[in-house]
């Protein structure tokens, strides 16, 4: 059973134009996500994080919402650019002190298009 | 920042052998370690939890006597694959936490690619 879905196996998006990222969870339990980023044949790399206590999280041209009551978290990079295109993960912890290891979604492969 | 070096990057075993991939933490101690697997257009899967100095713990459905998990120091994982099978063959990823959270998440090594045949 999936937990952590992300329902859009990719996206293309304009250069310069915004790209978002979409994930739903199952477990109420997740109490910590984060988005990563994948090259072929590397491992994740860490883009932005969001404790459940909070809704909004900033950083530079990455932003990650949380709906907790739609189970739901959105990751919006604007302005899109080329060297974003990647494969994103969502990721979900039952803590945030990094104890227990991630459920990771299937990921959303982005293309960014000139 | 922190830096978790992942080796072999790829490898291509017989049937029947065992295969030995490692992680170590570069810059930082790694208190826990985590061992993921990751089968061609699918998620990253939990297999297995190490502290340093404790036998791992494994998910439901890893088997612990075929992927043998060894966290002897807090810099250093160990994940050997034992009497491999084609079907064994998969992306294999450690990640490590820093023994200080530092809310950003956990460090990941650049993966193995392991290939039975």
């Known amino acids: 059973d999936q937990q952590v879905k992300q329902n859009s196996p990719s996206l293309s998006v304009q250069e310069g134009r915004i790209s978002i990222l979409n994930c739903d969870y199952t477990n109420s339990m997740f109490d910590y996500f984060l988005w990563y980023k994948k090259y072929p044949a590397e491992g994740p790399t860490f883009l932005i994080s969001i404790s459940s206590i909070k809704d909004k999280n900033e950083d530079g041209r990455f932003t990650v919402f949380l709906n907790k009551s739609a189970k739901h978290l959105s990751l919006h990079i604007v302005p899109s650019q080329p060297g974003d295109s990647a494969v994103y993960f969502c990721a979900a912890s039952l803590t945030g002190g990094g104890a227990d290891g991630l459920t990771f979604g299937k990921g959303t492969h982005l293309i960014i298009q000139p | 920042g922190a830096v978790v070096s992942q080796h072999p990057s790829w490898v291509i075993c017989k049937s029947g052998t065992s295969v030995k991939i490692e992680c170590r933490s570069l810059d930082f101690q790694a208190t826990t370690m985590f061992w993921y697997r990751q089968f061609p257009k699918q998620s990253l899967m939990l297999m297995a939890t190490s502290n340093e100095g404790s036998k791992a713990t494994y998910e439901q459905g890893v088997e612990k006597d075929k992927f043998l998990i060894n966290h002897a120091s807090l810099t250093l994982s160990t994940l050997t694959v034992t009497s491999a099978h084609p079907e064994d063959s998969s992306f294999y990823i450690c990640?490590?936490?820093?023994?200080?959270?530092?809310?950003?998440?956990?460090?990941f090594g650049s993966g193995t690619r392991l290939t039975v045949v």
């Open positions: 990640s490590a936490r820093q023994a200080i959270w530092a809310g950003s998440g956990y460090t």
